[in-house]
Every structure is written in structure tokens, then in C-alpha cells.
DNA sequence: CATGAATGAGCATTCATTCAT
DNA sequence: GATGAATGAATGCTCATTCAT
């Protein structure tokens, strides 16, 4: 895997992940075949082999691109002066984030990471980045709720440790709605959200 | 003497049901192929298909099949008078039911019902199922929300209809924390789940 | 093979072929499975074996009770006293026999009497039905020009055994034109083929 | 040193097309199968899906290039002076070629054009092709009997289009002799039907 | 006679991966 | 770096046939 130009090979490396990323949102996990993200890419199927030792290897670089994003949303949090009103504010850039971005919209992005979780149920290597993942936002999420239980505003009974975990669960599940139920009004669940959390964490 | 019979037919039905729901739960919907869950069925290749019509035939039916069995939970709920009481006692079932039954430990039914929302957001057939599903279950919590709310027990201000999608959707996102954090306590954080519940539904 | 009651075992083989040319007729020799036959003659898979050794003793039964017919129509033609005009006027017939009849339409029946000689071509047993078959109506066929010849009706120059074997492969030529060209006129095609073989079997 | 060689990638098309011919003319259509033709192409199953879509493109292009023989022959004719000898004459052609050429003998290629033709009766796609290349052909020999007909040659109160017809189909039906009478002689058949054409044709 | 459960070889096709150029 | 030819195991599925009842 030595390149003349490591710049080089690391920017292909991204543009194979990014067409891979935009394989996974239209046909899934399941769907996409190494063919069609070398089309995508515009690259031939051998080539790939060249930036990336299997397809497996690509799910994997491509789980870890994909959750460093969600850290960046937790880090900004911490610095807020109230951590409830943080929290629920940061919410709010979710219910105008449905447009498309760079990864497509809202729901596609959900279900990816949903089976990127489901992926790491049977793969060890996913779970292995998933969980590394999770326990960084997890102790930035832990810290976040005992600065608010020390300025008093987070019920100080609250187990910081294990509310962060509940918290982390509830984020996940409202990633099933959009299947559930793809007509509701994600606004509306989102605003019940806030309000879910705020009572949740505010001290009696 | 002629036989027909008609409900041995769905007893081997049944049989290869519980044969694919083992092979599902050991290596995913994706790991899972046909000649799989025949050898574990015990049949030939080509009788699997006296059965069903397909695949995904298969997948359907066992998808149906796997969520008439949350349906039963929030039914017993709704007899209960203590609406927000009934809702905490019924996670308390979750605590211990952790050991296996037939099928499967708690944390490999979820991964697997967690596939079958994955495989709704790419498979039509399974997302009809699953929505159907969710409206049922949906209108039992709406009625159960209501009657709460009509005794006093639930926060009457809360629309009923979004709290009921937000309680399904923490549900749903319970069922990642096995994957993400293999050794939380799950007892530990159906309590909190309980006190989550709890602080959100009761009136101020 | 052996019944209690032979009349009744035959009548029902005459029931299986009937059915086993409609599916033939509509799906083709390629396209026709044992299943299809049982469920269109509304018997079980199983049954059909008591009546038939295999597939291919149905296509060959069926061979041969095609045939059949085919050889009434040239026994006709032989009684009449004048050669030339019994045939053309034999053809005349094929002009409004474009209508369904029990063995469906013309063009459907052509195409399944084609298939049957494709097959002849591979398979011996169908083979040798088909010559057999060919055998009985080409002697008739060549009585039938010797009668004419010597009734001075037909050019007595003409080989009448070569000329017989030219007369059937012209018939045959004819159930192509359905295929090659759907659109062209049925009666048209007739009338030239009368002109035509008036024209051969003339004396000069 | 972009290679890319679209030439190469017909030519092995064309290896393959060969090698399925061969297949076609030893076991028919019916008896084909792709593991046959790669193995008789000395290529991998796989491998075969990197030339051709599907079987039936397979079937498609083989009708396309066996058919396209079949022109050249007619346009031949097209260029004499006396239209009624030149038919007769490459139809002398007919009666030395039944020795192997690489397409194998007479009979066998026969029997190929006449699964070719059975096989268009059920499947759109090759009568699409077959219609196409008689719609060439007719218009090729329609042409040519409407110049027989200004020199005097042939009979001008015949219908140039459904003669052309008849004519077509008589060349189909001669491919039958072989199914129906493998043991008469092709030369004298031949020989016939230099008469019957030329007495179909002349004028009176 | 009659059923339909059961078989297993075979089929067209897919796909991650390798390799010569 | 880059191509695309080549592989071969695996997949979902079909079908003629057998057999216990």
C-alpha cells in the first residue's frame, strides 16, 4: 500500500469513500456491490483493490469517517454555559436539517446508521469502531451532565453514567421513526423530544 | 381417506419459520441464504419452496409473525388502572427476561428486530408489514396515553398521538445499547428508562 | 400400469393430453413443466406418473394423436376424381379454419406442430413418430399423384415420390409465414400456394 | 498504454457467440445451458456475464449473426441478368454445401433456423430479430422478382410481395426433409424445386 | 386410485477478489 | 498507478420424478 504521493492516495482514498457513502444511502448495505461503487467512483473494479485491502475494509474506513461528524456536535455542546438549554437548542438545528446535504438528507442518513449499527451486531471489526465511538461522545456526554448537576441545573441524583447511555439509546431510536411512521411530522417529534429530555434531566 | 390436510401444512410452515428465525438470529438477514435455513429446517432445497413462494416470502411471514408478539405486551397494559404504573411494571418483565427462550436471548431478538426495521427502509414488502404493525401498537398506546390522561395520571397537555410515536421510538432505541455498550447493565437502565418514562408522561 | 378398468384409465390419458396441448399451446415444449400439465388436467403430480412413464411418453403420446388428423384430410383427398382441383379445394378450407377450434387457432397449432419437428430433431422417439406419421401420408400422397398422372390430371414427367416429399415440406413452409410475417393475409397466402402448386403438378 | 480494445472484446464476443453455436447445433436450444456454453468457450460462468447480459442476449445475437448469412446469398442474386436462372443456380450452391462448413452441416444448420423460428414464436424479443431480417430479405426478393417481371422473365400478373411470401416459406419448409425424410436425397429435392419455382414463376 | 410431501440435480446469475498487462 | 479480463464459489429458484400414506 506504499504511494509515491501519500497526499494523493489519501485524497482518492476519500472520493472512493464518499462514492461508497452515497452507494450505501440509495441501495443499502446489502445493495451495494464493489461494481457499483467503482461506477460510482469511476474507477475499475481492480483499482479498488489498490486503495483498499477488501470490502470490508471500505465498510469499516467508512463507519469511522461517518461517526467522527456526531463527536463535532457533542464537543460544541460542552462549552455552552447552560447545559440543558445546549442540549435542546442543538436539537433544534435538527429540525431544519432535513434538507439534502453533502450525505443526503435526514432519513438516509438515519438508516445508514442504523445498518451500521445492525452491522456491528455481526461484525466485530464495525462493533469494534462503533463502540469506540460510542464510549468518546459517551464521556463528553458524561462530563456535559456533571457540569449541569454541579451549576444545578440537571437533577444531581441522576447517575451521570448511565443517563448518558439512556440518552445516546433515545438519540438512536428516533432514527426508526422516519420507517415506522414516514409520514409524522419530524418537527413536531423533535419538539416532544426537547421536552422529553428536558424533564428527564431537570432536578425536581 | 383422502387428507389434504391443511394444518399439518402450516405446522411444517411453522417449523421452517422457527428454522429461518434461528438462522436469522445467528448470522443476520443478510448471512442467511435459503440453502441455510433449509439444512437447518431439515429439508431439501427444492422443498422450501412447497412452503413458500420466495425468499423474501420467508422474510414477510417471519417479520409478521416476530411482531404479533409485542402486540400481546401493550394489550395487557391497557386493563391495568394505573396507566403510568402498568408502563413501568411491564419494563420490569424486560429485567428478567435477559435469559433465553425459544427464541433467542433479549439482545439477539433486538438486533434481529432491529434488521427488520433496516430491511424496511429498503424493502417495501417489510415496510408495509412493519407499518401496519406500528399502527396498531400506535392506537393501543393513543388509547392508553388517554385514559391516563382522563384519570389524571398522564400530563393532559401532551398529544397523546406524538407521545405515543416518541415512547415507541425510545422502545426501538433500547434495542442498540446491546451493540454499543455490550457491558451497561441492562436492568440499570430499564430503571432509568422507568424514571424517564415517568418524568415525562406524569402532569407537573 | 395395470387398471381394473381399461376404458376408463384410457379416457383418462385422453383427458391428460388435452390438457398437456392446451398448456402446450400456450407456453410452448420449453415453457410447459410437469405441474402445469396436472394442475390444468386437475390432477396431483404424483398421479400423473400412473398414467405416464414420464414427460417425454406424454410429448410422445401427444405426437402421435396429433398426427392422426393430419392424416384424415389426405384420405379424403385421395376419393376424389379429379386430383388436382380435391387439393386445392383441400386448402380452401385451411382459408376459414383461421377460427378457434378445440385444439386452438391455426397459428397456435402450427407453431406446436413446428416444435414437435424441432424436437424430432433431437429426440428419436419423437423422431421416429414423425416418420412413421410421414411415412403413411406421403404413400398416399403418392397414389394420389399417380392417379392423377394417369388420369392425365398431373405431368406424368414428375417423379411422384420426390414430388410428395417437396408437396409436404411446401405445407410445412407454410406455418413459418405466421411467425416471420403475423400481418401478411391467411387467404392471400393460400391462393398463391394453390397458384403454386397448380403450376408444379400441371402437365405443360 | 490505455488499452480498452474494444476489438478484442468483440472477438472473444465472438469465440463465445461461435461456442454457443455449437452447443446449439449439438443439443438445441432447449438443451443449452450457459455452464455448457462457457465450457465449451473455456471460460468461467462468471465470466460469461462480462460479454453478455444474459442468456437471452446470448440467444439474441446468435439469431442476429446467423441470420445476417442469409442476406448476403440474396443480395448476390440481385446483381444477374436473367432473375429466374439465378435463383435456380444458387440454389445449386445448396446441394454441394451439405458438406461441414464452420457452422456444421446442412441439417444441423437447418435445424437451428428452425428453432431459431419456434423459438420466436414465444419469445418477442428473437421474432423482433427474425422479423426484422425477413422484412431485409422480402424486400430484397420482392425487388428482384419486380425486375424478373419488367424483362419478361416472370409471370407479371403475380403479386411480387405475397410471392416473395410463398417463396420464403417454401425455403423454410425445406428444411423439414431432413426431420421428416433423413434419408432422401437432397440433390434430387433441390432439383424439384428448381422446378416447382421455375414453373411458379415463368410466365405462362 | 389419488394425494401432496419430499428430493436433488440443475439452472441462470452475482460478486468479491486476483492478476497479467 | 490503472485497467479490465478472468475466476469460482455461492445464491435463489425450478422441475421431473419418487414415495409413503
New interface residues.
Partial sequence: MRTLDPVKHAEKRGEILLAAWRCLAK?????TSTADICKEAGISPGHLYHYFDSKEAIVTALTARGLEGAEAGFTEMMKSSNALAAMISELDRHKTRHKTDKHGDYRTIS?VV??M??E???NPAI?KI??AN?RKI?SLLVEFLKTGQERGQIDPK??AD??A??L???????K???????K?DPA??I???Q??IS??LSPP
Same sequence: chains 1, 2, 3, 4.
Avoid: C, H, Q, W
Avoid at 441501495?27 to 445493495?31: A, I, K, L, Q, V
Avoid at 445516546?168 to 428516533?174: N, T, Y
Avoid at 426508526?176 to 414516514?182: F, Y
Fill in positions: 441501495t443499502g448495505f446489502r445493495g438508516l442504523l445498518e449499527l445492525v456491528a451486531g455481526r462493533a462503533i463502540r460510542t459517551k441522576l447517575d448511565v443517563a447511555t439512556l445516546l439509546s433515545v438519540m438512536d431510536g428516533m426508526t421513526i422516519g420507517i415506522r411512521e414516514p409524522s413536531r417529534n419538539e416532544y423530544l421536552i422529553l424533564r428527564f
